[in-house]
C-alpha cells in the first residue's frame, strides 16, 4: 500500500503541475489581453473575473480538498479539549498549499501586468486580497461539502450563492432588471479597485466574512462529528417478507443480487454514491439531449461513453472496498467471492438501461445513431466493467459503510485506480478514431459492439480469473481491510 500510495501521489502532483501550468498559460493571456484594454486598469481587469475564478476554484476542491472532519477520527478520542482537533484541521486547511494553487494565475499577471504599472504597494494588496478569498473559498467549501455529505438536498443551497455572485448580472443604475454582463465585469471591477487601494469597508468585509465562515465551518465540524461519534445505533426492524423474489431462480448469484440492492437501501454512503451517480447521469443526459452546447460528433462521443461510464467509475472504482467491512465472511464461503464479482457485473451491466433509455432523445434529435448508442453500452458493459472489476484484486482499504464524517475517505489512493479509470474513459475513442482510418464510421461502431459483446459472453472466463488472482492474495487483502475499518 505504501508502493501505491507513492505512486497515486506522484500521479496527483503530475496533474497539479498540469493544472499550474495551464493557469500560468493563462495569466499570461491575460496580462497581454488588459495591457490593451483601455476601459479599465490591470488590476481591475483581473478582479472582473473574480466570480468565474471562484466558482471554478470551489468545485476543483472537491477532487483535493478533505474537510476537518474526515481527518479527526483518529484524535477525536484522545484526552484533549474537544475542540482542540477540529481547531487544529481548520487551522491547517487556513494555511494549506492548496490555497496557494490559484495564485499561479495571479501572480505571473501581476508581475506582468500590474507591478510595473501601479507600483510594489498596490501589487501587494492585489495578490493579498486574491488570498485572503481564496481562504473564504476554502472555509465555504468545507461547510457546503460536510453539508452536502449530512445530506444531498444541501446541494440546493448552492443556487442562491451562485445567484448573489452573479447579482450584478441583473441590476442596472437605476435598479431594473436586465441581464447584461457589462454590469457583471464592471462591478467586480470596482470591488478590486477598493481592495487594491486599501478601501477599509472592502477589507473589513472580507476579513468580517472570512471569520464568519471560519466560525460556521468550526461549530459545524464540531457538532457533527461529535454527534456521529457518540449516537447510538438503532435496532434494525427485520422484515420477514422476503423482497425480490423473482431472484430464488437465480441461487447463490441471485442471494448477491439481493445483497447489492439491499446495501444500496440501507447503507448511507453506498446510497449517497448511487444517488449521486444517477443524477449526474440525469443532468448530463438532459444536457446532451437537450442543449446545443455540445452538438460537435467528437464532444457527442466523450460523453456518451462519460455517461455511460459512471457508474462504473464512482461504484465498481471502489469494488470490495464496502464488502471490506465483512471481508472474512465472505471468504469463508466456497467461490463466494466469484458469485458476488458475478453479481456484480449482472447489476451495473443491466443498469446501463438508465442511461441508455435517458439518451434516446440524442437519436431522435439526430446528435447520435442507435448504433452509437448500442455499441458504447456494450462496451462499456463488457470491457469498462473488465477494467473496473480487475481493482476486486488490488482494493485493500475498507469503505465505511455508514459514518460520513469520522470514517475514512474514498478518494483513488492508488496508481492502478487511476489508470484504469484514465483507460476506461478513453479507450473506446481512441478505438473509433483507429477503426475509422481504416473503415466508415458505422463499421467502426459495429467492431466495437463485436468487442463488447465479446467480453460479455466470456465473462464467467475473465470473472474466474481475478477470484483465482484475488483468492491467491486473500490473506494480505483480509489483513489490510481489517486493518483499516
Known amino acids: 500500500m505504501l508502493t501505491q500510495g507513492k505512486v497515486a501521489k506522484f500521479m496527483t502532483y503530475l496533474m497539479i503541475a498540469l493544472l499550474v501550468m495551464y493557469l500560468i498559460g493563462i495569466s499570461i493571456t491575460f496580462a497581454l489581453i488588459a495591457t490593451d484594454v483601455k476601459s479599465s486598469t490591470a488590476y481591475e481587469f483581473m478582479y472582473s473575473f473574480l466570480p468565474f475564478a471562484m466558482t471554478l476554484d470551489f468545485f476543483a476542491r472537491f477532487m483535493l480538498q478533505q474537510t476537518p472532519s474526515q481527518q479527526v477520527k483518529p484524535y477525536a478520542l484522545l484526552p484533549i479539549p474537544r475542540y482542540t482537533c477540529i481547531d487544529f484541521f481548520i487551522i491547517r486547511s487556513l494555511l494549506s498549499y492548496g490555497n496557494l494553487v490559484m495564485m499561479f494565475l495571479y501572480v505571473p499577471f501581476a508581475l506582468m501586468a500590474v507591478v510595473f504599472a501601479e507600483g510594489i504597494g498596490l501589487t501587494t494588496l492585489f495578490l493579498l486580497g486574491f488570498y485572503v478569498i481564496e481562504l473564504i473559498i476554502s472555509q465555504a467549501y468545507s461547510i457546503f461539502r460536510t453539508l452536502v455529505s449530512h445530506n444531498m438536498l444541501y446541494w440546493i443551497g448552492i443556487v442562491p450563492v451562485l445567484a448573489l455572485l452573479a447579482s450584478p448580472l ?10 447584461n454582463f ?6 467586480y471591477a470596482h470591488l478590486g479597485g477598493w481592495i487594491c487601494k486599501g ?24 457538532k457533527l462529528v461529535y454527534a456521529e461519534l457518540s449516537r447510538e445505533e438503532k435496532a434494525m426492524k427485520v422484515s420477514t417478507k422476503q423482497s425480490f423474489k423473482f431472484l430464488n431462480e437465480w441461487g447463490i448469484i441471485g442471494e448477491f443480487l439481493r445483497l447489492e440492492m439491499f446495501s444500496i437501501r440501507r447503507n448511507k454512503n453506498v446510497r449517497k454514491t448511487f444517488i449521486s451517480s444517477n443524477v449526474i447521469v440525469l443532468m448530463l443526459s438532459l444536457v446532451c439531449s437537450f442543449s446545443s452546447v455540445y452538438d460537435d460528433l467528437g464532444m457527442v462521443r466523450f460523453w456518451l461513453i462519460y455517461n455511460f461510464s ?29 458469485k458476488l464479482l458475478t453479481a456484480k457485473f449482472y447489476f451495473y451491466s443491466a443498469i446501463l438501461m438508465f442511461p441508455f433509455l435517458l439518451m434516446i432523445p ?13 455499441s458504447y453500452m456494450a462496451f462499456t458493459a463488457g470491457v469498462g466493467n473488465f477494467l473496473f472489476m480487475q481493482l476486486a484484486v488490488y482494493n485493500k482499504q475498507t469503505a465505511p459503510l455508514n459514518q460520513k464524517f469520522i470514517g475514512r475517505t474514498m478518494v483513488e489512493n492508488s496508481w492502478i485506480m487511476i489508470l484504469i479509470e484514465v483507460l476506461a474513459f478513453t479507450m473506446p475513442l481512441l478505438l473509433v478514431k483507429i477503426f475509422m482510418v481504416f473503415a466508415s464510421e458505422n463499421t467502426a461502431y459495429i467492431i466495437l459492439l463485436v468487442i463488447g459483446l465479446t467480453f460479455i459472453g466470456t465473462h464467467r472466463l475473465w ?13 494480505e487483502n483480509i489483513e489490510a481491510m481489517m486493518t483499516t475499518r
Open 310 to 338: 459512471i457508474y462504473g467509475a464512482m461504484m465498481l472504482l471502489r469494488i470490495m472496498t464496502f464488502e471490506g467491512n465483512y471481508i472474512e465472511r465472505l471468504m469463508m464461503g466456497h467461490h463466494a467471492i466469484e
Open 170 to 179: 441583473f441590476f442596472n443604475a437605476d435598479w431594473t432588471l436586465t441581464v
Open 199 to 222: 478601501n477599509a469597508i472592502a477589507w473589513g468585509s472580507m476579513l468580517i466574512i472570512l471569520g464568519i465562515v471560519t466560525a460556521i465551518n468550526r461549530r459545524l465540524q464540531h
Open 463 to 475: 470473472l474466474g480469473n481475478i477470484y483465482k488472482r484475488l483468492n491467491e492474495r486473500k490473506y
Open 182 to 187: 457589462e454590469h457583471l465585469f464592471r462591478g
Open 362 to 374: 440524442m437519436v431522435i434529435t439526430g446528435k447520435a445513431s442507435l448504433l452509437m448508442l448500442f
